[in-house]
């Protein structure tokens, strides 16, 4: 195994942890609020803090990345994420829980305009290897539920902290002492005569668009990875035997849909990438809808449609910000793209908690989705419009 190989295998491992180790907390919070004695709405609403960061610490550590070297982040981002996961899972009070989870999210927060970057340097056609690396992702968010579910059933919702935690800390004491440390690739670094360094024509309206998707995209993502489990508790009743039977059902959801980001990855480079995109906003504002009413059989095939949308956008997505944006500055674009993504996202949290308790549960919270992303696929349409220079 080469270099790169072995850099791919760690920062492939890193998008499993960093989307996992964030998501514990939406399935354990299910045990959490009965030892606690707080309803779901209460204790669900505490993460809002660690899920904020993790998308508002992005944009520095995009920065240092560039500047600095982007291992040593890295490094920093496994053993950080590893031992906060850990120490959560000792906490013996609501306080204990809210700074643990808080230092999650900002941990958690160097993976993407880090990771990305640093997979991506120096790969002419990025689509495959993102799609690949969004499967490892989205296979994080696949295992926290299963995880957590098994877990609780053995150890406690203590023990599906703990365990995790200490598996990534080894994982990045191995990439700190085995991955060669790369290069800063800043303004000190960028060889301006080359033609990769320049942005291509039209980027500034690419940019534009991808950030408004990117905003709503992220509220949509968030809101169905971390209320699926509660969905499926929900609609399923007696359908499913306990708490290992909602949480490995939503765990097949994500893992079965997570394969449509290798399948657009390796399509978006042979074809339009913007078509792509547009194809599969579309299918969102069909299938949501149909989620807020869905019980059964047709609530876990709409939630497959769905998540394999949520989930294959984004290697399309972050193809075309390769393709705009040259390495020196990719850092920096991709922190402004999670900061919008993550932190937007994070309105999930206290939404989902408010229309959960105050509401009619899930009902309206789909609905409202659905209408918001119609302004993904009208944004989508924007990048059709013609331009001087082709980009794909």
């Known amino acids: 195994m080469n270099a790169d190989q072995l850099r791919t295998l760690f920062l492939n491992a890193g ?4 989307h996992m180790l964030i998501l514990i907390y939406a399935t354990a919070v299910i045990a959490i609020s009965t030892e606690f004695g707080r309803t779901y709405g209460e204790i669900i609403a505490i993460a809002t803090p660690g899920f904020v960061l993790f998308g508002a610490m992005s944009l520095p550590f995009g920065w240092l990345g560039d500047r600095f070297g982007r291992h040593g982040l890295m490094s920093l981002f496994f053993i950080g994420i590893g031992t906060a996961t850990a120490l959560t899972g000792l906490s013996t009070s609501i306080w204990h829980l809210s700074i643990g989870l808080t230092v999650v999210g900002i941990c958690a927060a160097i993976y993407h305009p880090v990771g ?31 995880v957590v579910g098994a877990m609780m059933a053995t150890y406690g919702w203590r023990g599906a902290f703990i365990g995790p935690g200490l598996v990534c800390i080894l994982v990045g004491l191995l990439f700190w ?13 960028k060889n301006t005569t080359e033609p990769a360094a320049a942005f291509l024509d039209g980027w500034r309206r690419v940019l534009v668009s991808l950030g408004i998707i990117t905003l709503i995209a992220g509220l949509i993502f968030s809101s169905t990875t971390i209320a699926l489990p509660k969905l499926f508790e929900e609609r399923f ?27 657009a990855g390796a399509a978006v480079d042979k074809y339009s990438a913007k078509s792509m995109l547009i194809i599969i906003l579309s299918t969102q504002v069909v299938v949501l809808p149909i989620m807020a009413f869905a019980e059964g059989p047709l609530l876990f095939v709409s ?11 984004i290697p399309i997505i972050d193809t075309m910000l390769t393709r705009y944006v040259p390495d020196s500055h990719r850092g920096r674009v991709f922190s402004v793209k999670y900061l919008l993504n993550l932190s937007v996202g994070a ?31 009208g944004a989508a349409f924007i990048l059709r419009r013609p331009q001087p220079v082709a980009a794909e």
Not at 303 to 313: C, D, K, N, Y
Request: hydrophobic residues 60%; aromatic residues 10%; charged residues 10%.
């Open 116 to 146: 990305i970057p640093m997979l991506v340097q120096g790969v002419d056609k990025p689509g495959k290897k993102l799609g690949i690396n969004g499967v490892f992702g989205n296979m994080g968010v696949a295992a926290a539920p299963l």
């Open 303 to 313: 939630s497959l449609f769905l998540m394999a949308g949520v989930f294959g956008q």
């Open 237 to 263: 009743t007696d359908a499913l035997p306990g708490a290992l039977g909602f949480t490995a059902l939503a765990s097949l959801v994500y893992a079965i849909a997570s394969f449509a980001q290798v399948a």
């Open 15 to 18: 998008h499993f942890f960093d």
């Open 177 to 189: 002492k085995l991955v060669p440390a790369d290069k800063p690739v800043g303004p000190k670094q």
């Open 347 to 377: 309105m999930a949290i206290p939404m989902i908690a408010g229309m959960h308790q105050w509401a009619d549960g899930f009902l309206t919270l789909f609905q409202v989705l659905a209408v918001i992303a119609l302004i993904m696929v």
